[in-house]
């Protein structure tokens, strides 16, 4: 099969007069602010989402020869085991259609390991790369889909995330990034062994409980057993990894911009740290999403968040979704998901709201009893809404079990997705009919994943 290619793709060219970037094809839609005096050395990060959007950002990057390995740039896709196989089908294309232009791309997971701390074991945060394969006995280095991730962090973690508290998108998202930025940035070949060398887990769950009550937890002990037992199954070492295995476009670089900001075999971040150009696919009609953004990195000169650079060119030429889906219109592959993004992100996430959440279980409700090419049955996957109701049974807060003072909704006796304000949940949602759903839309808000 010959390489996919991408056609008609927007002009870019660096104005470096002005500093800036203009799409040539549209000049009253040019004002792309690129410093490329203060930025052009940087290392220029491309985080993928595995949407239409970021997908052709990325290839207007890569076609306008916007990105150079040399100076190690690099493209990230987050992985929470909680998409769509649309999506995984997606970013898989897009990662083989990028190879051609060398530069790499890894996709990076959330996953927990162990270690000792004040003498005591425990489980710390880390991520690992995975190829763009699902994961199986014959690739046992390729992508999780069955929403592991995502449980080993709410397992980790002991509750679930709701729109206060968006545990989910910090730690497999923002968190692994920055994880994943502090290995690459410095500029070695592997990514190091992580945990002891003990054969199975040294975990002590009446250790752990001991802890938990010590610092003022008041679940009770068979409910935290049970919550942990997920998160203590999964591999309690995270291995040394080479990033040539997952990447065929991986080289070694140096980049003189780095230097004296490394330590050991990790980019140091924050003051006196690295910095770096990250480019994020927002579009012109995501004008929330994009101030919010944009605050994180205000004016001139600034250090965004840890040396963070960021640059929404989508936005910056008012690019919108049907624009996007114009570009798509013209390539040979294609998201096979809605073009209004309602399956996008994690399949069944709480944020997309009761009206998007009610398309989505009608949509999934049919489709899991299908066999997905290349993946299997999508029964007790996140695609189900099964593995969201199993979720939220197995790691909510029982506010009535813990002893606490119920101060929200009383018909909420627990904390789960969807807060204490609501008795929504995904229980209901798998249940209610349409009008049962209405009641539901103010308390809900639409999804906005940013990265
Ligand atoms: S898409 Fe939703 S559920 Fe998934 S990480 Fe983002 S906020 Fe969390």
Redesign the pocket.
């Known amino acids: 099969m010959s390489p996919k290619r991408v056609h008609k793709v927007p002009k870019l060219a660096v104005a470096n007069r002005h500093q800036h970037v203009q799409q040539t094809a549209r000049p009253e839609h040019n004002s792309l602010r690129y410093r490329a005096k203060a930025h052009r050395d940087l290392p220029h990060i491309v985080k993928f989402s595995g949407g239409r959007s970021s997908g052709m950002l990325l290839f207007a990057l890569l076609e306008n020869q916007l990105l150079d390995r040399d100076r190690g740039d690099v493209i990230v896709f987050n992985n929470?085991a909680?998409e769509h196989p649309g999506t995984y089908r997606f970013a898989r294309d897009c990662k083989e259609a990028s190879n051609r232009y060398g530069i790499p791309f890894f996709w990076v997971e959330f996953q927990t390991y162990e270690d000792s701390r004040n003498g005591e074991w425990t489980r710390l945060p880390s991520y690992r790369l995975v190829n763009d394969k699902p994961k199986s006995a014959e690739n046992p280095d390729g992508f999780h889909w069955r929403g592991e991730v995502?449980e080993e962090l709410l397992s980790w973690s002991g509750y679930v995330?709701n729109q206060f508290s968006?545990?989910?998108?910090k730690n497999?998202?923002l968190e692994v990034t920055r994880m994943f930025l502090k290995d690459w940035l410095a500029c070695k070949a592997r990514i190091p062994r992580l945990g002891h060398f003990g054969e199975r887990s040294r975990m002590d769950v009446n250790a752990m409980y001991r802890r938990h009550r010590r610092s003022q937890g008041a679940v009770p002990k068979e409910i935290f057993t049970q919550k942990k037992s997920y998160a203590l199954s999964r591999p309690h070492i995270r291995p040394e990894q080479k990033y040539g295995d997952f990447s065929s476009a991986w080289r070694k670089f140096h980049n003189s911009a780095l230097e004296g900001r490394i330590f050991g075999d990790q980019a140091s971040f924050g003051k006196g740290g690295v910095e770096y150009v990250a480019f994020v696919g927002l579009r012109g009609d995501e004008q929330v999403r994009v101030e919010r953004v944009q605050a994180r990195n205000a004016g001139p000169g600034s250090v965004g968040y840890e040396g963070e650079h960021v640059y929404m060119p989508l936005a910056d030429m008012s690019v919108t979704r049907d624009e996007v889906n114009a570009f798509w219109d013209h390539q040979e592959w294609d998201l096979t998901l809605p073009r209004e993004g309602s399956l996008?992100?994690?399949v069944?996430?709480?944020?997309?709201g009761a009206k998007n959440l009610r398309a989505v279980r009608n949509s999934m409700e049919e489709e899991k009893h299908s066999q997905e090419p290349g993946f299997g049955s999508l029964l007790d996957t996140p695609s189900d809404i099964a593995w969201w109701i199993r979720m939220e049974n197995t790691y909510a807060r029982d506010l009535v079990a813990e002893g606490r003072r119920i101060t929200g909704n009383p018909a909420s006796k627990t904390i789960g997705?969807f807060g204490t304000k609501t008795d929504f949940s995904y229980k209901v949602l798998a249940k209610a009919g349409e009008a049962d759903l209405a009641t539901y839309s103010a308390d809900l808000l639409p999804?906005?994943?940013t990265e």
């Open positions: 929470t909680s995502f995330p968006r545990i989910c998108t497999m998202k996008s992100n994690c069944y996430c709480f944020l997309k997705f999804c906005d994943c």
